[in-house]
């Protein structure tokens, strides 16, 4: 079966600092990738979405970038983080014939102060 | 108009109770879409897809509106466990879903 990770679970960072969250799946091959952000009290947002290795569409200019190293991992990272980028970041995946039902990992929860 | 509608609730309600959801969309050439469960400082989970013939699953029923552009879930004999938060979710192409902002719902014994 497959599953999806995501870590930290947790993540209390300075203004101004790095960020750098990882997703990986397991037990699928060649998944679609999103990154969703999802702020206090509001929707779910589309970050970014991948196809494949080194295929990133961004939907939301803003200071954080995404990077598809390997078939199953997805990162989002900021090289300088604002305070209104706190939120909680969900990765999706899906996977071969249902592309379109997005199953979701743990989420990582994000405090910039 | 937001591409996604919903009414944020809360929806309070005693346990057995039936509740329905509504949800509206603006994009007539949306091509699936689904209800996801998201318990509080969780990730959303599938809760059913929503066919055009309508679908049903247990004490859960969804229905699809293409006419109105409106999307439904009906919940009968609500539980206790049935509290969370209801996501309508349209796929308006390219695999690309678009979330509302959920239904809060609060099932009290």
């Known amino acids: 079966s497959q599953t999806i990770h995501q870590w930290p679970a947790t993540l209390v960072q300075p203004v101004g600092s790095p960020l750098s969250l990882e997703c990986t799946v397991e037990?699928?091959?060649?998944?679609?990738l999103y990154w969703y952000r999802q702020a206090a009290g509001r929707g779910l947002q589309l970050l970014f979405y991948?196809?494949?290795?080194?295929?990133i569409s961004s939907e939301v200019p803003q200071n954080l970038s995404a990077s598809r190293p390997q078939d199953r991992q997805f990162i989002l990272s900021s090289k300088k983080l604002l305070l209104s980028d706190s939120g909680f970041y969900l990765c999706?995946?899906?996977?071969?014939?249902?592309?379109?039902?997005?199953?979701f990992g743990p989420g990582t929860r994000l405090l910039v102060l | 108009r937001k591409e996604v509608e919903q009414d944020p609730g809360p929806f309070n309600v005693p346990e057995g109770a039936t509740v329905a959801f509504n949800c509206t969309y603006s994009n007539s050439a949306s091509q699936s879409f689904f209800w996801y469960r998201q318990d509080c400082r969780k990730e959303p989970k599938l809760l059913m897809s929503v066919y055009s013939s309508g679908n049903e699953d247990g004490r859960f029923t969804a229905q699809l509106n293409r006419a109105s552009q409106y999307i439904s879930l009906l919940i009968r004999d609500s539980k206790l466990s049935d509290s969370a938060t209801y996501l309508c979710v349209v796929n308006t192409g390219f695999q690309k879903l678009v979330f509302g902002t959920g239904t809060r719902l609060l099932v009290s014994p």
């Open positions: 999706a995946w899906t996977s071969g014939r249902d592309q379109e039902t997005q199953y």
């Open positions: 037990g699928t091959s060649n998944p679609n």
């Open positions: 991948s196809v494949g290795i080194g295929q």
